[in-house]
């Protein structure tokens, strides 16, 4: 059993806003988001090992010189644990994915299972934190193959948390409670917003210059 709070539904059924995350829809979101990063992922660790055989090879995923995959995956936080980032996503987007599907099916994982995931996805996403500095201030490119990763990152944090204060995973008051998953979507376009306002501040001068 996952230890789910049976009572969240009715206890959140007369908040204002959107009905709970139901666990299908939780189980859709990680195995498309997942997909998406898994592919990403695929992508970057193949153009990787491409360019170990062929130094002077072009990445399919380089634009031209300020979009360009080339920079990240050269430069010492591109292989931040000894060995090429995309290879943490190989490892850890197959987990979301059979985690989602696994939701589909109607099963209940445990507490423990979904907190550890949780856990997990913020760790990467504080790696993703850390990679989006370093192309906004130290490389001063941007890896379009990257960026389709921390696209992803973003909502496979927020909808587990979503669901974890939901079903009282995360122990939160009441109010803050229904705060964030009655406004779950306004939150995650918020996110969005904040992100892109940090790219443009940092990068958009040169961006607009790259086409």
């Known amino acids: 059993m996952s230890g789910r709070d049976t009572r969240s ?21 990680l195995t498309v988001l ?36 080339g920079a ?5 936080q591109g292989t931040l644990l000894g060995f090429p980032n995309p290879f ?18 109607g099963a209940r994982l445990p507490r423990w299972y979904l907190r550890g995931l949780l856990a997990g996805t913020v760790l990467g996403q504080l ?20 960026m389709v990763v921390w696209t992803v990152m973003w909502p496979l944090l927020w909808f587990q948390l979503v669901h974890a204060v939901q079903e009282r995973h995360l122990p939160v008051g009441e109010g803050l409670r229904r705060a964030v998953v009655g406004n779950r979507g306004v939150i995650l376009v918020i996110g969005y917003v904040v992100a892109v306002a940090w790219l443009l501040l940092t990068v958009g001068p040169a961006l607009v210059r790259s086409f």
Do not use: H, Q
Not at 9 to 29: C, E, F, I, K, M
Not at 43 to 62: G, I, K, N, Q
Not at 88 to 105: D, I
């Open 88 to 105: 943490l996503g190989l490892a850890t987007f197959p987990v979301v994915v059979t985690t989602g599907v696994v939701l589909l099916t």
């Open 127 to 146: 790696l993703i934190f850390f990679l989006m500095w370093t192309s906004f201030y130290v490389l001063l490119k941007l890896c379009p193959a990257c």
């Open 34 to 69: 997942g997909g998406i990063g898994l592919a990403a992922s695929a992508w970057l660790s193949v153009e990787r090992y491409l360019t170990l055989l062929d130094p002077d090879r072009v990445a399919t995923c380089s634009i031209n010189v300020f979009l360009s995959c």
């Open 72 to 76: 990240a995956m050269g430069s010492w």
């Open 9 to 29: 539904d009715d206890v959140l059924a007369d908040a204002p806003g959107p009905r709970p995350l139901s666990p299908r829809t939780l189980g859709a979101l």
